[in-house]
């Protein structure tokens, strides 16, 4: 069976306007420069990246909570780019998100259950009665209970807090859920009750995930295809395995070996990375990983790496053209 | 969050929460305000002005206008007279209460007709930004280079004296600062991540403008308020004091000062009466919103 594309995502860019001074010219930081990917249903696509890179503008600019400069989103068949804002709002219905401070994005004059209710409220979905029924079903399948209905947000732990989260995203039954580093925030001990919660979801309600981290272990874990971002660009893309057991792009592979050696007879050559990340305002010339790449050539510094499909494996990097 | 063992026996395992949803609104309001001693001290006074404002007529002991000047600059407790008379020998502590209502009523009309129309403003300026904001900000701004009192004296003296025009000229004065402070509120809010995650729930704008922004202005609009009555009632005395605003005989706090100064070194229970009256109703106000204050804040609750 082919894999149906839930999702495409073509040359999305996000241009901030900076202004450094009175008598500057305008300066633009490229948070998000000409990505595409496609995500199919079903799967869980990974966003990886050091912070900063444009993992959460690229989520936000998704699902439309940012402004983007330009590109096109096709969403089951449809470019939603350009929706007007209650156009846009009936869509959300099928896309949610889950955020990555679950404390931030609860309202915290708000009961739990106005906050599970209001998704189907504002819907029209179902009466008052079995809004509160479904409210206290999907709290049990989160792990929390009906006593927790007319609690407010501060009363509950970090971990407690991300499950009503990731509940009001559920609530609605949509079709993909963006999650922007769902558990980074999260004590460790806490962080895989909260995937596995996400994983159990995903069987239950055939969810699909784009799910951005910096997290390698936890991607490795739970996704599908996974794509790697620097400076706003997507470098690689292909599936997890892939990625991680032979990685292409040499900003991929000093990322990896950045990760502590989970299996002992697992065999790693360490690259460090030189430098710090440049800053998006500058970008170097040329492919942006230059400066810190271990395998600079000269064509690096002043030509843009071409985007490269090794089958099934894309990668931007001069290395691998012929 | 503590979490209590459930028993086999099937009791409740959150008795909080159980009853947090059978108590009345009203009964953890009395319950709450009777664990502070500020609280009530500012609810009892505010009682105490509202009673006086509102039943003044059947409480006062004298006609507040009758003037007998064989009794003039009677000092406080003589000849039936607690607070003493004044200079046509009108009875002071009548003359208090008839005056009460006119604070009262300042008071309260000046911060809700302030309040909604800087509240409006300050969300429109503050959420749909754009030339809205740009037009009422620069109002705000003009208004804010002239002290609050001399604009409202300026407004009341081209518009002329009496009761409903030193409203109406505190309200033109006092909007903007209720514009500003819910400016910058909804500025703050509308960035914090609970109201994008409201927009990717998918909650229409104007439902989130009313559900998610206006209930959490009411903590920083109540604040406000509880200071800004205060303000009203001694603008309303200085303005009345300076020979606008509420003119004599009616009796009100400020022009009772106003015409008590000439007498201030002979006869000081004219004015120091009508100077406490005042004062205490502005710390009781004062009082009285701390506490509302601290309530309304779920966050702050069981504390
Ligand atoms: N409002 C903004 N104005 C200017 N620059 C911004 C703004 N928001 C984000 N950026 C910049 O865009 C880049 C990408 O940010 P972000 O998407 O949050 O990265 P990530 O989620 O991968 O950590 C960063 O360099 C950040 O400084
Ligand atoms: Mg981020």
Redesign the pocket.
């Known amino acids: 069976m082919l894999p149906e594309p839930l999702l495409e995502i073509k040359q999305l860019k ?1 241009f ?1 306007d ?1 202004k450094t001074g009175w008598f500057q010219p305008k300066q633009q ?1 490229k ?2 420069d000409d990505v595409s990917f496609t995500v199919y249903k079903g799967e869980t696509f990974g966003l990886v ?12 600019a998704i699902l439309r909570l940012q402004e983007m400069t330009s590109g096109e989103i096709w969403f089951q068949g449809e470019n939603i780019a350009g929706l007007s804002y209650e156009k846009m709002r009936k869509l959300r219905r099928k896309m949610q998100m889950v955020f990555q401070d679950p404390y931030a994005s609860l309202n915290p004059k708000k009961t739990i259950l106005q906050i599970l209710t209001e998704p189907l409220r504002v819907h029209g979905l179902y009466s008052q009665e079995e809004r509160v029924k479904k409210a206290i079903e999907i709290l049990e399948i989160v792990g929390l209970s009906e006593y927790h209905l007319h609690s407010y947000p501060h009363e509950f732990s970090g971990g407690q807090r991300q499950r009503i989260g990731i509940a009001k995203a559920v609530i609605l039954q949509p079709e993909l859920i963006i999650a ?2 769902p558990v980074s925030a999260l004590d460790v001990s806490i962080q895989s009750q909260v995937i596995n919660l996400l994983l159990k979801l995903q069987r239950d309600f055939q969810l699909t995930y784009v799910f ?1 981290s ?1 997290d390698l272990g936890v991607v490795r874990h739970i996704t599908d295809r996974v794509g790697v ?1 620097y400076l ?1 660009k997507l470098v690689e893309l292909a599936q997890t395995e892939d990625i991680f057991t032979d990685p292409k792009h040499p900003y991929t592979k000093a990322l990896l070996s950045a990760v502590p050696i989970t299996h002992p007879d697992e065999e790693k050559d360490r690259v460090i990375l030189a430098g710090d990340v440049p800053s ?1 305002l500058n970008p170097p010339q040329g492919c942006t990983f230059h400066p810190r790449c271990p395998d600079c050539m000269m064509i690096c510094k002043t030509e843009k790496p071409p985007v490269i499909d090794l089958g099934n494996h894309v990668v931007a990097c001069h290395m691998y053209s012929t | 969050m503590n979490q209590t063992t459930i028993t086999s026996t099937g009791v409740n395992p959150h008795p909080v929460n159980m009853l947090r949803k059978r108590e009345p609104k009203w009964q953890s309001f009395l319950r709450r305000l009777l664990k502070s001693p500020t609280g009530i001290i500012g609810f009892l006074i505010i009682l105490g002005v509202l009673f006086l404002g509102l039943c003044g007529p059947w409480v006062a002991p004298y006609d507040p206008n009758q003037a007998e000047l064989s009794k003039k600059l009677l000092p406080p407790l003589s000849d039936g007279h607690w607070l003493g008379t004044d200079q046509l020998g009108r009875d002071i502590f009548s003359r208090l209460i008839h005056g009460s209502s006119v604070s009262l009523i300042i008071g309260s009309c000046t911060v809700l007709f302030a309040g909604l129309i800087g509240t409006t403003l300050g969300l429109i300026a503050g959420y749909f930004r754009g030339w809205a904001d740009i037009i009422i900000m620069r109002i705000v701004d003009v208004k804010l280079s002239f002290p609050f009192v001399l604009l409202v004296l300026v407004i009341n003296a081209v518009m002329g004296a009496g009761l409903q025009n030193i409203i109406i000229s505190l309200v033109f004065a006092g909007w903007i600062i209720y514009a500003r402070v819910v400016r910058s509120e909804v500025l703050a809010l509308r960035e914090k991540e609970f109201i994008l995650s409201c927009i990717a729930t998918g909650v229409p704008r104007w439902e989130i403008i009313l559900r998610h922004i206006v209930p959490n202005l009411f903590t920083p609009i109540i604040v406000l308020s509880s200071l800004q009555i205060a303000t009203y009632i001694i603008a309303e005395a200085s303005i009345s004091f300076l020979g606008f605003g509420v003119q004599p005989p009616q009796p009100a706090w400020g022009n009772m000062l106003s015409e008590g100064k000439d007498y201030i070194f002979s006869a000081w229970w004219l004015i120091t009466f009508p100077g406490i009256a005042i004062v205490i109703t502005a710390l009781g106000v004062n009082l009285f919103g701390d506490w509302l204050r601290d309530v309304l804040d779920p966050e702050l609750k069981g504390n």
């Open positions: 996000k901030y900076i930081v948070a998000v990246g050091e912070s900063g890179c444009g993992k959460s503008t690229t989520g936000r922007d580093e951005i910096h971002m706003g998006p």
